[in-house]
Antibody, heavy 124, light 109 residues
């Protein structure tokens, strides 16, 4: 059974870079049928897509965050990562990693498996 | 960017009743490429519906999705205790960006 687990610091200082890793088990990021994505949810708010990556390194980013995002994938460790630079209080949120449904007409689509999420607070 | 507006914001119903949740898009969603998720407090979202009407694996058949173009509906035929949660729609037809609606909370009346 596929499992995703986010890991990284729970506290980041303003202007610093938020770095998270998603460790995948029960499946492979090397899969040629699925993209892998990041979504966040500010406290008491809705869901916001951050970006998605394929095993080849092909990426899609949310234009509103694109200038600050770097996604990467490490197939040898079966994990993928998010870096969000120049953190502000507005980046305080629960961050989820997730797997997209199988690629078809569209490369990025729905999210069929999610990690439990990790709260990241941006504060001095 | 497609903006998704969900209504109502909160739906107060009793177990056994029918729930009808709406998701309206600011532009037509290509080929009904819309999904629905359920989220309970402290948990990650769970995929219910994709392709506007296809149930995800393991989702009970009391959940159904319908709609096309700009208007989509999630229906829960008979609410059970575990169905009280927040529901989100998400479009993936015109992306990036993928966008989510603001959510509808289904609460016990």
């Amino acid at each position: 059974q596929l499992q995703l687990q986010e890991s990284g610091p729970g506290l980041v200082k303003p202007s610093e870079t938020l770095s998270l890793t998603c460790i995948v088990s029960g499946g492979s990021v090397r899969s040629n049928t699925n993209f892998w994505g990041w979504i966040r949810q500010a406290p008491g708010k809705g869901l916001e897509w951050i970006g998605s990556i394929f095993s080849s390194g092909n990426t899609y980013y949310n234009p509103s965050l694109k200038s600050r995002i770097t996604l990467s994938v490490d197939t040898s460790k079966n994990q993928f990562s998010l870096k969000l630079s120049s953190g502000t209080a507005a980046d305080t949120a629960v961050y989820y990693c997730a797997r997209h449904g199988p690629v078809g007409t569209l490369l990025i689509n729905w999210f069929d498996s999610w990690g439990q999420g990790t709260l990241v607070t941006v504060s001095s | 960017e497609i903006v998704l507006t969900q209504s109502p914001g909160t739906l107060s119903l009793s177990p056994g009743e029918r729930a009808t949740l709406s998701c309206r898009a600011s532009q037509s969603v290509t080929s009904s490429q819309l999904a629905w998720y359920q989220q309970k407090p402290g948990q990650a979202p769970r995929l219910l519906i994709y392709g506007a009407s296809s149930r995800a694996t393991g989702v009970p058949d009391r959940f159904s999705g319908s709609g096309s173009g700009t208007d989509f509906t999630l229906t829960i035929s008979r609410l059970e205790a575990e169905d009280f949660a927040v529901y989100y729609c998400q479009q993936y037809g015109r992306s990036p960006p993928l966008t989510f609606g603001g959510g509808t909370k289904v609460e016990i009346k």
